[in-house]
């Protein structure tokens, strides 16, 4: 039971929305579990998964907790959109359920939001780690785009850069009432793995950005997640679709040169990307080799006591 009324509610909310998130969803459950920040409920969506998501959010006894079911699968944004539309808090961060937060990230953000009512989102850098938590890049995103900043110097840098500088979801915050203003999450035909970018422009269309300067979040790069099953080709290809989507937007006045650099840019981006993904696949397999040369030690061993018991 949460000890919040839909009267007078937390102060911040966490949304993880779940969906077959047995794997990494108990270092996730840690993660949030641990803010120094008291005025806060977590709540987690099952989108009715049957790998034990449900099992594991049974075991979590904590007052900040609600948890909600699906009685039937949603898409992965209807669900998302759920998640932030069944809190409760006055500020919002989304965590997907293999992501981590810094234990004082949620008390920063909602302080930056706090002292200065124009901002309209508020991100940090994100460590990128491996399934099993291990760094494989630390303190990426905000480049270009550090302290507070107006809503076209951060579009501009998004068309620019070729890629999300804002960063993942794990790492933003910014008011329910912004989000249910803007729409939330939409689903695009042209360019469906970008609508967290696409939210964060609609988020400052009418405010500014503040980028902080320091880690808030780790983004798992995971061998088996849903982003690392998007083609490098495929993800290349919407970012500049939405790219174009931006400056043809006369609100944003854009320069067209700006997306010429930003297609270059979204070649080294998404080769980046690649690496990231295949250093974390070589990782685990690495992982599987030794679990099985392990086994076959011990197994040899047992054979060998019991011939010669």
């Known amino acids: ?38 005025d806060l409920e977590i709540l987690f969506i099952d989108n009715n998964s049957t790998d034990g998501t449900r099992e594991i959010l049974e075991t979590i006894k904590d007052d900040r907790v609600r948890i909600i079911r699906n009685a039937t699968t949603l898409s ?22 293999d992501d981590l937060l810094e234990p004082d990230c949620i008390a920063a953000q909602v ?7 124009d901002v309209k989102l508020v991100s940090g850098r994100t460590d990128f780690i491996d399934d099993e938590g291990e760094l494989l890049r630390p303190a990426r995103g905000i480049s270009g785009i550090v302290g507070r900043q107006p809503g076209e110097r951060v579009v501009r840098q998004t068309v620019r850069s070729g890629s999300n500088p804002v960063g993942p979801t794990a790492a933003a915050m910014y008011r329910r009432k912004d989000f249910n203003r803007c729409g939330g999450y939409i689903r695009y035909s042209l360019f469906p793995n970008v609508s967290d970018v696409d939210l964060w422009v609609r ?22 997640s849903v982003t690392a099953t998007t083609s490098t080709r495929s993800l290349l290809d919407q970012y500049i679709r939405f790219s174009r989507h931006l400056v043809e937007d006369p609100y944003w006045n854009i320069p067209r040169t700006d997306r010429i650099v930003g297609r270059v840019n979204g070649y080294d981006k998404q080769l980046r ?22 086994s076959s030690a011990g197994d040899r061993r047992d054979k060998f006591i019991a011939r010669t018991g």
């Open 111 to 117: 302080a930056v939001l706090e002292e200065n009512p």
């Open 203 to 224: 988020l400052i269309r009418d405010g500014d950005f503040f980028g902080m300067a320091r880690t808030v979040a780790s983004f798992r790069i995971g061998s088996g």
């Open 76 to 97: 992965i944004y209807d669900n998302w959109n759920r998640a932030v539309r069944e809190s409760r808090g006055v500020f919002v961060k989304l965590v997907c359920a």
């Open 273 to 294: 990307r690649t690496v990231l993904y295949g250093m974390s696949n070589y990782r685990a397999w690495k992982r599987r080799r030794w679990a099985i040369e392990v």
């Open 1 to 38: 039971m949460s000890r919040y009324t839909d009267v007078e509610g937390p102060k911040a909310s966490i949304c993880i929305p779940a969906y077959q998130a047995a794997r990494h969803l108990r270092a996730t459950i840690d993660s949030v579990l641990a803010q120094n920040y008291c």
